[in-house]
């Protein structure tokens, strides 16, 4: 049977295409369709690693959960990490390519590209059924369509209908519709066959008449209108979404976590969302820090040029003087070499000067040197800590290599002990400043919960006892559940499943 597909494409970047794309991937899957999700280029430093130790974009790593099935580099081979406002990583079938310009990318990777949609079609076809694609920006990007690997020509390729999303949310919306199927060519606008109208607020009923008139006027029928989706416990890959991080109530606990320009892999914070005694903040200058319970410093894309933010902004002394005074800190990946001694660009991957050097806040005594290749695996140990064993599990993704300088100083100690017998990140004998390479280790319910109790303890709080506290991967897999559930009330997606049976059956006039 051939494979057969739906694509979203937005009227513009951030419409919500990746929140539908994992509902339809959980919704087409309880059909008993054999789904998966696919996107040739994503855009993100909030990257997933895969069972093989492969870095994908977070949302195909996400809809493939949604899907039940597991992630694979084909179901996105590219995926750019920006390393500051004009070049990023190139990251090709899971693996890094090269560090590239905007128009060197666009000038070198085409033909390469197309390869990959290529392979990555035969390749997700000797598994599956069915693709949901997910578009990215805009399909009538002018300047950029003669080369573009990313909407209207991954569609060709996958040979599949296209679905129309639309942000009403931000108005405009009738324009936005109509003017995108007005620059499509006639060959791209018979591939629309349909039109989704997202993030509404307020009364449907009042947007009949708009339904109505974009049907009338373009001749596509509307999917349907879905609300606006609040309090969304789906994880996210842009960090357009850390403003949904920052808890507005305040509640018992207070933690602050240090806003990166660059940062990466956020999802680290994301179970801290749901603990109902959790405030989350995030701090941009020094003078906001103040007293809070504890302090994170997640990843970070840049460590040198983020360290450098830091103490332009005196957020690196607030930190230094917080933690002189007793406070409680944990830097995850780049956020643990900012911790550090000193910072060495051994091989120039950070800053492009080889040999760059600069001082961390001298918190932990380590030394990190950046190497050229860049470690990327699933990892598991233990932390053993106050008499505690806990089991975690989480990824690394690190070009710096990090070593403690200090191995005759006893208040000092490897922080896990990995399966594979490597000692991993430092922490201090008090517990209170701690560094690690392990992404998702707030996301291992037993260690959150210890730590989170020893910040309740400090301030004279009740302990939540483990079968009380959250238990994430549960709640994760329930927000799927959600998702599909309440997209299938406003979509039609019988319509939308007889659009892709019907695809390549019938004239697609």
Same mark, same amino acid.
């Given at each position: ?19 539908? #794309? ?15 999700? /696919? ?11 895969? !069972? ?12 493939? +959960?949604?899907?039940?099935?597991? &992630? ?11 390393? $500051?406002? #004009? ?63 990313? $909407? ?84 996210? +890959?842009?960090?357009? %979404? ?16 240090? *806003? ?57 002394? &607030? ?36 040999? /760059? ?16 290749? *860049?470690?990327? @695996?699933?990892?598991?140990? @233990? ?24 191995? !005759? ?11 594979? /017998? ?15 390479? /392990?992404?998702?280790?707030?996301? !291992? ?11 309740? %303890?400090?301030? @004279? ?5 483990? +079968? ?7 709640? @994760? ?31 697609? #006039?």
């Amino acid at each position: 049977m051939k494979m057969k597909g739906i694509m979203l494409q937005g009227t513009s970047s951030d419409v919500g295409k990746s929140v539908l #794309c994992t509902a339809l991937c959980r919704l087409f899957k309880e059909q008993g369709l054999k789904v998966a999700p /696919f996107k040739s280029q994503n855009m993100s430093n909030n990257s997933y690693v895969t !069972n093989k130790g492969e870095e994908i974009g977070r949302a195909q790593g996400i809809q493939a +959960e949604a899907a039940n099935v597991e &992630a694979s580099v084909y179901m996105n081979p590219i995926l750019l990490k920006p390393s $500051n406002d #004009c070049t990023s990583e190139v990251i090709y079938f899971g693996k890094p390519w090269r560090t590239l310009s905007g128009k060197d990318y666009r000038q070198q990777f085409y033909e390469l590209g197309l390869e990959a949609i290529k392979q990555s079609k035969e390749k997700l076809s000797e598994q599956f059924d069915y693709l949901v694609v997910e578009g990215a920006g805009s399909p009538v990007e002018i300047n950029l369509n003669d080369r573009e690997i990313v $909407n209207m020509k991954v569609a060709e390729i996958l040979d599949i209908p296209v679905i129309l999303v639309a942000d009403i949310d931000r108005g405009g919306v009738f324009a936005s519709v109509v003017g995108t199927l007005q620059l499509l060519s006639e060959e791209e606008r018979k591939r629309v066959k349909g039109i989704i109208i997202n993030k509404f607020r307020g009364d449907l009923s009042l947007f009949d008449s708009g339904v109505e008139w974009i049907e009338s006027y373009t001749g596509k029928p509307v999917l349907g209108v879905v609300p606006y989706m609040r309090d969304l416990a789906i994880e996210s +890959e842009d960090s357009l %979404a850390i403003p949904h991080y920052v808890t507005k109530e305040k509640r018992g606990l207070d933690i602050a976590v240090i *806003k990166l320009p660059f940062v990466s892999n956020f999802t680290d914070l994301e179970p801290f969302r749901f603990e109902k005694d959790v405030s989350l903040r995030f701090v941009e200058r020094g003078e906001d820090l103040g007293v809070p319970d504890a302090v994170i410093i997640p990843g970070t894309k840049s460590t040198i040029n983020d360290l450098k933010y830091l103490r332009e902004n005196k957020v690196a002394e &607030a930190i230094i003087r917080y933690v002189n005074d007793g406070g409680r800190i944990i830097g995850i990946c780049g956020g643990y070499q900012i911790l550090g001694k000193e910072i060495i660009d051994k091989a120039g991957t950070d800053t492009s000067v080889v040999g /760059f050097q600069v001082d961390g806040l001298g918190l932990l005594p380590i030394s990190t040197q950046f190497e050229e290749k *860049k470690l990327v @695996k699933h990892s598991k140990g @233990k932390i053993t800590i106050a008499d505690t064993e806990i089991d975690v599990d989480g990824y690394e993704i690190h070009l710096g290599q990090t070593k403690m300088l200090s191995y !005759n100083n006893s208040s000092y100690s490897a922080f896990i002990k990995t399966n594979d /017998f490597v000692e991993e990140g430092v922490y201090h004998s008090n517990g209170k400043v701690i560094g690690t390479y /392990f992404h998702h280790l707030f996301h !291992n319910d037993r260690w959150r919960n210890y730590w989170l109790n020893q910040i309740r %303890a400090d301030k @004279k709080l009740e302990k939540i006892e483990l +079968e009380n506290a959250l238990i994430y991967e549960r709640k @994760k897999h329930l927000a799927y559940e959600q998702l599909g559930e309440f997209v299938e009330r406003y979509l039609d997606i019988p319509k939308m499943i007889e659009i892709v049976q019907q695809w390549g059956e019938k004239t697609k #006039c």
